[in-house]
């Protein structure tokens, strides 16, 4: 390809952070591009994804279900572009396509695997641009609807709490659990935010978790109790939530944000034991064991998308080095809805 630049800026992490990141920790770097070898295509992003999960792994050991990232090398995540040069005969240039590699303003791509470890060939026009395939049609989209209906088993009359509500998994997780006809509680970290989950995604009732013990804010919303917990917060939330559970609830366990930062990792529930005695289900999940439901997920989402009945607010930062800032923020909950940067 005659006017492919010879490097593209990527952002590394250039030291593992103690609590909070500080902008420090990263770096911009030019790396030099290369052309696709057979099989692998190059990808120009235009949109990337900051998803909380980045800060877990920058520690040095998560999970080898989520491995860490490395020192000195570009970080991951989701991103959307376009196909720039390719050696793979299932995608052509100008394809769209959604894939892990954000963090860099070129992706290089081997297709041999599937999505989500591949990438994929996205459909887009002017009602669907591609980044809505970071937002509502999403891994993320999918972890909301897979949360509430495979791993909660979500049953007609279930009282549901939402953590994180104002977030992009826990917006979509409210109107999804409304659209299904149930009482809905959410929380988030600020009266604008609670007021955006009850006027804006029609929860039934919402508190911030900033205005007093969890368990109180709960215990005065839902007097009778709850039947399924999406968690995305753990911490004083899980224990709120554990306490509030009727007989036989249910908690999807999604993600623990509150502990993202902690280097010491605070010890499990003091309560758990109220599981034992309530006979409650504990299922934590990654979007990715749903791979099989994305298509269905995608046409429910998209009917619900023409019909105008999920709203998506984003919070879009300018520029691939505004990436780090935009994590940072994140974590701070300055966002409302999903977090995303906009490379051109
Ligand atoms: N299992 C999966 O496959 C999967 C996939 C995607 C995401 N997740 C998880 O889902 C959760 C939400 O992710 P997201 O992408 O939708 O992010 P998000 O909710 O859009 O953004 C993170 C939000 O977390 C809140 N937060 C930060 N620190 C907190 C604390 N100490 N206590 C309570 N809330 C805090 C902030 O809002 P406030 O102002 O309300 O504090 C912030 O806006 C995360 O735990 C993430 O790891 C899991």
């Not at 989520?66 to 570009?74: C, I, K, M, T, V």
């Not at 860099?104 to 809505?132: C, M, S």
């Not at 990436?323 to 977090?339: C, D």
Request: glycine content about 10%; hydrophobic content about 40%; some cysteine.
């Amino acid at each position: 390809v005659p006017d492919l630049p010879s490097s593209g800026a990527e952002v590394q992490l250039a030291a593992r952070p103690e609590g909070e990141p500080r902008p420090e920790d990263f770096r911009v770097v030019q790396s030099e591009l290369h052309e696709p070898s057979a099989g692998q295509i190059l990808v120009r992003n235009s949109w990337m994804s900051i998803d909380p999960s980045a800060r877990l792994r920058m520690h040095e050991a998560v999970s080898s279900y989520l491995p860490a990232f490395a020192l000195d090398e570009a970080l991951q995540g989701w991103a959307v572009g376009e196909v720039v040069s390719s050696e793979a005969e299932r995608f052509a240039v100008g394809d769209q396509v959604l894939h892990q590699k954000g963090w860099r303003r070129y992706a290089l791509l081997d297709t041999d695997q599937p999505p989500p470890v591949g990438p994929e060939r996205i459909e887009t026009d002017e009602a669907i641009p591609a980044k809505t395939y970071l937002g509502p049609l999403s891994w993320v989209g999918l972890t909301s609807y897979a949360g509430l209906l495979y791993v909660g088993e979500l049953r007609d009359g279930d009282v549901v709490f939402v953590s994180g509500a104002a977030g992009a998994v826990g917006s979509l997780a409210v109107q999804i659990a409304k659209l299904r006809g149930h009482r809905v509680i959410g929380s988030a970290g600020s009266a604008a935010k609670v007021a955006f989950v009850r006027d804006e995604l029609g929860a039934d009732a919402a508190f911030s978790y900033r205005d007093g013990p969890v368990g109180e804010l709960l215990a005065e919303l839902a007097p009778d109790g709850i039947d399924f917990y999406f968690d995305n917060v753990g911490g004083d939330h899980l224990e709120a939530a554990l306490a509030a559970l009727r007989p036989h609830g249910r908690i999807a366990l999604c993600g623990a944000i509150s502990t993202y930062n902690d280097e010491v990792k605070p010890p499990g529930p003091s309560n758990l034991f109220e599981a034992v005695a309530k006979g409650l289900t504990l299922r934590g999940f990654l979007s990715r064991m749903y791979a099989e439901r994305m298509a269905h997920f995608r046409r429910e989402m998209r009917g619900w998308l023409a019909a105008d009945r999920i709203v998506y607010p984003e919070t879009v930062f300018t520029g691939l080095e505004r990436a780090p800032e935009a994590l940072i923020a994140q974590l701070r909950g300055e966002n409302l809805g999903k977090v995303l940067v906009e490379l051109d």
